[in-house]
């Protein structure tokens, strides 16, 4: 009886597992872990495994698995695939695992040669203050990393199939910072330290060690990239679906960072400005990742004026659904402002004086400014991507936000016009005119060059 | 078969199909030709179901294609005009791959892959790294790879783009034997010679309209609403133009000594009226038939006659 393989994953294993690889990858393995050992001890053998691993799951792994998606674009077959009758999670998972065959082995080797040093030095806790544990958060950022790569390569995919190198290189980079973030970098070093403890954490005010909370959020972020992967890979398949899972995500992000708060006992807007804070951070994201393809908003809006709500749902771009779940963070923040100013934190009160641009005194207009200002680089966004530089919209945007935000800031502040730092800066003054004036003119012009763009790109003319 | 309905597809800025319907019928070869930009290669896409239209629908006899594009995929094939191989698979690895991920139960696995090995003639290949193949070759094994589920339907995007004259024939020859056993083909392609050599039908596309699509043999004789039909006897007819003329129905457009091309309605029984006459008048007639210009000759009148108009974007609904 033939065991039957998902093609795509078979596929993989035929072009990245054939045995000679395989041996040459077990000798380079051993020999090293030997050499290291000779010349020193099993903790340093530990070490050099970790690092191993680092090197293989955290940078190498996430490179692959955006280089399997990407070099079948570049190869010329990614249309072939998306012409065949496998299943959205068949591709996934075929392709996530079958990609990074030959990074799992290796990694799983280094893994092994970390395990045996640790049975001959009695399993000591290392900084996860659990042996197996530690191991348990490599493994779970590996995942994590990968999925993470390849999401971040399926929504470049989504907008543009140049810039190979570009696209593997970001989506390694998201990778190795996610690794780096659940596994931690230093879990095998201090292997043989005796007096390290983990650092603690706190989850709605309950005490837990800081890998603890890696491991489980770890774990169900990692369930949230791989919908995310099969979700994007339903998207390529030209499947249509509602915003559902972008919806439950930022609720999960929502609890998470009301929960997770630096700071233990922050009241009610303890819990609420991170939460808008993280929304305004995943307004932006979602903004970058979005194809802001003008003919499918065109879509939805006429979907809506037809009546047609399910087709609109369809159309609906995350950063919209984003920007409603910062505004209504934001209302959630004013209100816990508004109703008692003793509900703020003492710890949230030096943090925020730390910045210095920051004054409590103006808190609730900050927050709205904010909400503005985002309004106004999400109007940019859109005037760059429905124009001829649709195309080069992304990197326009972020050099335009790098310049906004900050050296024009700083010449504003330090040249002495502080007060008209309201012209770029979403930081409130005493001055009520000067904090919304300047950003409701900018609306205005802004919306003006999108509409007119809007028309352009819709209804004729020659946008592209 | 293939029936699209009011389809209309954009691009920021520019409508890349306006309002297109067509059907192609079952074991019809159908070229579709057009100049570059007329929306060949985005008719092909959206019919594949790898791009959603914002308009008009797509059916694959019942099948909507955009409401269930797997379940099209498993019924048609498509070659880009830009198609890539695992180069480092080999050909029957190439084609098990293929079967596979085309829901082929792995029981009937390999005799598919003989099978159209052997119809694509790389039967003696399959062992061979697809990477080593020659341009003809693997032009052969990508259709191979896209036949190999014995789709219904099959869209080949410049497939003969490359080959040397020799690969062009037998490409020909691989494509009358896949119409012939039932599947429809849809082939773009700039190079009229070799579509007129295998098409049953033309459809002509021009900034994202049909121009025209009917079957080759009438339209290469349809002036307007009639057709031209080409006479040829047996031996030299004394005086032919006139007794031509004499014939109830017959109208005669250009006439030599033993030849004569005449107009006719394009019913049939019209036709078969007109023939009744032409022998009841007892012209030594050797041949009656449909007055056949050339692919090229037909493109380019078509084209002239087509004013150009940029097409505006509508605000209609989407489906």
């Not at chain 1, 249309?79 to 082995?105: D, N, P």
């Not at chain 1, 804070?277 to 802001?292: E, K």
């Not at chain 2, 697809?130 to 191979?144: C, E, N, P, W």
Request: glycine letters at 8%.
């Amino acid at each position: 009886m033939s065991l039957d393989l998902n093609p795509e994953f078979q596929r993989n294993l035929w072009l990245h597992l054939g045995w000679q690889r395989m041996m040459a990858a077990f000798i380079v393995g051993v020999t090293i872990a030997y050499a290291v050992f000779l010349v020193s001890d099993y903790d340093k053998v530990s070490y050099a495994a970790n690092l191993l691993s680092v090197i293989v799951l955290g940078m190498w792994g996430p490179r692959r698995a955006a280089d399997a998606l990407a070099e079948e674009v570049a190869g010329g077959t990614w249309e072939g695939q998306r012409m065949s009758g496998l299943s959205a999670w068949a591709m996934t998972w075929g392709k996530l695992i079958g990609g990074c065959s030959f990074v799992w082995y290796c990694g799983f080797l280094a893994l092994a040669i970390y395990a045996f040093a640790g049975f001959k030095m009695g399993f000591p806790g290392g900084r996860a203050g659990n042996f197996w544990l530690g191991i348990y958060l490599v493994l779970i950022g590996a995942c994590l990393a990968h999925a993470s790569a390849m999401a971040v390569a399926l929504i470049r995919l989504r907008k543009t199939v140049q810039y190979r190198r570009l696209t593997i290189t970001l989506a390694q980079t998201v990778g190795l910072v996610v690794y780096l973030a659940v596994s931690g970098s230093g879990t095998a070093p201090v292997l043989n330290d005796e007096s390290f403890s983990p650092r603690i954490g706190y989850v709605y005010d309950t005490a837990y060690s800081w890998p603890l909370i890696r491991a489980v959020v770890g774990t169900i972020f990692l369930l949230w990239a791989v919908a995310a992967v099969f979700r994007l890979m339903r998207g390529e398949l030209q499947y249509r679906a509602w915003p559902w899972l972008w919806v439950l995500f930022l609720g999960f992000c929502a609890v998470l960072a009301a929960g997770i708060a630096p700071w233990p006992g922050g009241g009610m807007i303890g819990a609420a400005l991170p939460v808008f804070g993280l929304m305004v951070c995943l307004t932006y994201v979602a903004a970058l990742a979005d194809r802001r393809d003008p003919i499918h908003y065109r879509s939805g809006f006429i979907a809506l004026r037809r009546g047609d709500f399910s087709r609109a749902a369809v159309e609906i771009p995350w950063w919209l659904i984003s920007y409603v779940a910062t505004i209504a963070a934001a209302g959630v923040c004013l209100a816990a402002l508004s109703t008692d100013t003793s509900l703020w934190p003492n710890s949230l009160t030096e943090l925020l004086l730390r910045v210095r641009l920051l004054s409590l005194d103006h808190l609730v207009e900050t927050i709205l400014l904010v909400v503005l200002f985002l309004a106004r680089d999400l109007m940019v966004l859109l005037w760059l991507s429905f124009g001829e530089w649709r195309n080069r919209s992304d990197i326009t945007w972020l050099v335009y936000l790098a310049l906004i935000y900050w050296p024009v800031g700083i010449i504003l502040i330090y040249a002495g016009y502080g007060q008209y730092s309201t012209v770029v800066l979403p930081v409130a003054t005493d001055d009520l005119v000067l904090n919304f004036t300047p950003i409701a003119v900018q609306l205005a012009v802004v919306g003006a060059m999108l509409h007119r763009r809007w028309i352009q790109a819709t209804r004729g003319g020659s946008a592209v | 078969m293939l029936r699209v309905e009011n389809l209309v597809f954009d691009y920021p800025g520019h409508r890349a199909l306006d309002d297109v319907t067509l059907t192609l019928g079952q074991g019809t070869i159908t070229a579709l030709v057009g100049p570059n930009g007329a929306g060949k290669s985005t008719l092909m896409r959206v019919c594949a179901a790898l791009d959603q239209p914002f308009s008009g629908q797509v059916h694959l006899d019942d099948l909507d294609v955009h409401a269930d594009p797997r379940g099209a995929h498993r019924r048609m094939g498509f070659l880009p005009d830009f198609f890539g191989l695992y180069d480092d698979l080999t050909v029957a690895q190439c084609l098990h791959y293929r079967a596979a991920s085309q829901g082929v139960p792995s029981a009937l696995r390999k005799s598919v892959v003989e099978t159209v090995a052997e119809r694509l003639e790389i039967a003696d290949r399959l062992g061979q790294k697809a990477g080593t193949l020659s341009r003809g070759l693997r032009q052969r094994l990508a259709i191979a790879q896209a036949v190999l589920h014995e789709p219904k339907f099959l869209m080949l995007d410049e497939p003969a783009a490359g080959l040397d004259p020799s690969a062009r024939i037998g490409l020909s020859g691989v494509l009358r034997a896949l119409a012939r056993g039932g599947m429809t083909v849809l082939v773009s392609s700039h190079i009229l010679a070799e579509l007129e050599d295998y098409s049953t039908h033309i459809l002509m596309l021009k900034q994202g309209r049909v121009v025209d699509h009917a079957p080759l043999i009438t339209m290469g004789a349809v002036t307007g609403r009639r057709i031209e039909i080409r006479l040829d006897f047996a031996h030299v007819v004394p005086d032919l133009r006139r007794r031509l003329a004499g014939v109830p129905g017959v109208e005669v457009i250009s006439c030599g000594i033993d030849e004569a091309i005449v107009m006719s309605d394009p019913d049939p029984a019209e036709r078969a009226i007109m023939l009744a006459a032409v022998l009841a008048a007892g012209l030594p007639l050797a041949s009656f038939a449909p007055e056949r210009r050339s692919l090229q000759d037909i493109y380019l009148a078509r084209m002239k006659a087509v004013a150009e108009r940029p097409p505006p974007l509508r605000l209609v609904g989407p489906s």
